[in-house]
């Protein structure tokens, strides 16, 4: 299998592993479990919902029942806010072994509620991506640029000439940080003094008389 070249330094490369056991790996793959599912917005599926459900278990990546499809044309957005911190390291993009397999991805970082206007401007990286029906390739991040990542925004913007894309899962690699709260501390103060909470000393002047 070829593969492809992101626009910027990273490539693709072969996800398995034959030294490593497929419970480490699956754990390696579980930022899916750090998606914030009930605000996850996927744009242009024609199936509401559905592109909810590309993100799940590694083991579970082959369930061919499970995709999102485009609607209007071949473009995807997913908006992915994340319940922490995120330190990305790796994507996985599977697909169909035809022209409904995306061609390219763009990442966008910490871009709330991005619209298909937003992704006119420059991505934080892109990929040019290679047909991959197995979940085998892995395209690795920009680290330094994704350390600290609490929402993800994914475009495929094209695919190999199809009227619609067709995604069976996206794997997420990376870290996760539970994100920290500022605690602010209010003080509340009394609108009126209580009399009671404030002793008052009455001093009585004395009057002295000069015989």
């Known amino acids: 299998m070829s593969h492809g070249h992101s626009h910027g330094g990273g490539s693709c490369c072969h996800g398995d592993d034959p030294e490593e056991p497929p419970e480490r790996r699956g754990q390696a793959w579980g930022l899916y479990l750090r998606i914030d599912r009930e605000r996850l917005e996927c744009l ?45 390291k790796g994507i996985i993009v599977m697909g169909e072994d035809g022209d409904t397999h995306p061609s390219e991805m763009r990442l966008f970082k910490n871009t709330p509620h991005m619209s298909f206007d937003d992704t006119a401007r420059e991505p934080d990286q892109t990929f040019s991506l290679n ?26 913007s094209k695919n190999f000439g199809a009227e619609t894309t067709k995604i069976f899962y996206i794997g997420l690699r990376g870290e996760w940080t539970e994100a920290r709260r500022h605690e602010v501390t209010i003080c509340n103060y009394e609108a009126a003094a209580n009399p009671a909470d404030h002793r008052i000393d009455q001093v009585t002047p004395q009057t002295h008389f000069i015989s």
């Open 131 to 156: 047909h991959d029906v197995a979940g085998e390739l892995e395209y690795p991040t920009k680290i330094a640029r994704f350390s600290s990542v609490h929402h993800l925004s994914i475009h495929f």
């Open 44 to 88: 242009n599926e024609r199936r509401e919902g559905s592109g909810k459900l590309v993100f799940r278990a590694w083991e579970d990546r082959g369930d061919r029942q499970q995709f999102v499809e485009s609607d209007d044309d071949e473009e995807l957005l997913f908006n992915i806010p994340f319940t922490g911190n995120v330190k990305l």
